[in-house]
């Protein structure tokens, strides 16, 4: 089964390429009917390991996690594509590249070995930057091209890292470098080697003050490529590898201080950068960064609840980002625009995306009770049980900035009299089914909290 998980999305790829032209109409409804079932896939799959030719693969409860949000994600970035690339052509590329990039996320999230994780992030990279320069504009071209230079300076450091513990274990599985890394603690060369994969990562994931990528990449690609984005293949390529990897392998007490730090200044400064935007795109994407650092200040603290709050807000971030840049590429589509301050009044026109938006901004500011109230409120339960208030502080007073700004861009597009020009807006009915799912996945998990937290949340770090 796990094997499938890579072959699948590899096979669609190629059947669909093949020339006819019905083939190439079907590709994007197979590849959400395959998004459905990898996601019936990581809810039944029990705890399982395989070899795959020669891959060791396993999936664990955290592996589960990420390949529902992949499932999840890429079906939602599936059909905003399907209404917003204009040609079949265009269709069957982009879907054929989200197949890539799930073949390259699934390998990522299922891998038990360093190098053949490298070989899955470059899959899922290289993916994205043809997605994000597939409309060949300026801005595209210009986001690509960024994107591309701090990921090959990521993947050189990522890579030497590699080669380092190699040198020091004689090999690049889990396991066994795990056991070197523990024979050898404080020596100069695995220490050199942690620094190399925790900064690759740190780019990866756009940590600040590596993220100049990120707004650039998510305002200049396709709306649909934009939700898969943010969505997933950011957190998947770096959050996800750095979690697993610093939690499998090579866990060090001062590399856990220097983590929280880095995410307690990302989750600050973005959102003060959020609130100086009036791009919606650039905002959401400062937002997301912002989201990244609490989950990256949650895994830090080095506790299993610290651990619980992160994974927990990964799954949760990844489906209320995805819902807002939907609704952004729902707006966009129907006003032509991106410009907060030349919009106003739209909830008259466009009611559906208005009220999914206020559900998603509520839920990124922690508000009760929908998913990311929890989430972040395990993540400042973990971080006050462990004696680090005055992150706990940041993290609360950050969370207001949160509001302040989602508050901001509701009023300037939603919200007040409907701005000249706009009479003829309609709601944008052929994005209503992401929409609709991502919203009612972001309350149903807020209200199904006392259920989630027994069987899922506290399972996945066996407390």
Known sequence: MLTLLLIVPLAA????????????????????????????????????????????????GFSRVMLLAIAIVSASALLVGRVTFADERTRCNFASLVLLAVLGMNGVALCADLFSIYVFVEVAAVSSFVLIASEKSRAGLEGAFKYFVLSAAASIAMLSAVALFFLVSGSTGFAAVALALRALPGQPLVLLALALFIGGLFIKSGLMPFHGWVPDAYASAPSAVSVLLAGIVTKTTGVYVLMRVMADVCWLDRAGDVIMLAGAFTLAAAAFAAMAQSDMRRMLAYSSISQVGYIILSFGIGTPLGMAGAIFHLFNHSVFKSLLFVNAAAVEKQTGLRDMNAMGGLAQKMPLTGAASVIGLLSTAGVPPLAGFWSKLVIILALWQAGHYVYAVIAVLASLVTLTYFLIMQRKIFFGLLRPGFEKVTEAFGMAAPVILLAALTVAIGLAIPFIKGTFLLPLTGM
Request: aromatic share 12%; with cysteine; hydrophobic share 70%.
């Open 13 to 60: 790829v190629l059947f669909c390429n093949l020339p006819f032209s019905f083939l190439r109409r079907s590709i994007i409804p197979l590849a959400v009917l395959l998004a459905v079932l990898q996601a019936l896939v990581a809810v039944f799959l029990p705890e399982a390991t395989a070899m795959s030719f020669v891959l060791p693969l396993f999936a664990d």
